[in-house]
């Protein structure tokens, strides 16, 4: 493997991680943080715009290379972030059909996922699960699909 080659791989790579990063920093971020991932990113990227003007490698490679970089790149930065996401208690309300009320309740409990219920809503009885674990809120979605019921969720906001 010839130098440029090796050179242009490494950069665009690492370009699509900066350009990754600094679209993350940029909605998730505060201004500090999006203002030095944006900085990092553009300033390597007028790099890549001299290599790719100038590197010995066909167009097609370039595209080819470029496509594998952003494939594994963008999967590599996004999964890296669903780590480092902490878990954050949701509160998920149910309608639940009256006659499904039993089997909810039940799969909660299994489950041990601490919950509420309201009943004689008509035909229908609120169910309030509180998920504080990403599996947890899996779970409660598969019971609730499973029940039939209709589910709205909402995470806690932690106060200073």
Request: overall charge positive.
């Amino acid at each position: 493997m010839n130098t440029a080659l090796l050179v242009f791989i490494v950069c665009t790579f690492a370009n699509v991680v900066l350009s990754t990063i600094k679209s993350v920093m940029t909605i998730k971020g505060g201004k500090i943080n999006a203002a030095i991932w944006n900085a990092l990113a553009f300033g390597l990227y007028s790099y890549i715009v001299v290599l790719t003007a100038t590197a010995d490698i066909s167009t097609f490679g370039k595209v080819v290379i470029t496509m594998g970089c952003n494939l594994v790149g963008v999967y590599g930065v996004k999964w890296v972030e669903e780590k480092m996401r902490k878990d954050r208690l949701w509160k998920i309300e149910m309608t639940v059909p009256a006659h499904a009320k039993d089997f909810v309740i039940k799969e909660l409990e299994d489950a041990d996922i601490p919950f509420n219920y309201i009943e004689n809503i008509g035909k229908y009885v609120i169910v309030n699960a509180y998920a504080s674990t990403q599996t947890q809120t899996a779970t409660v979605d598969k019971i609730a699909t499973r029940a039939g019921a209709k589910r709205f969720a909402s995470e806690t906001k932690l106060t200073p």
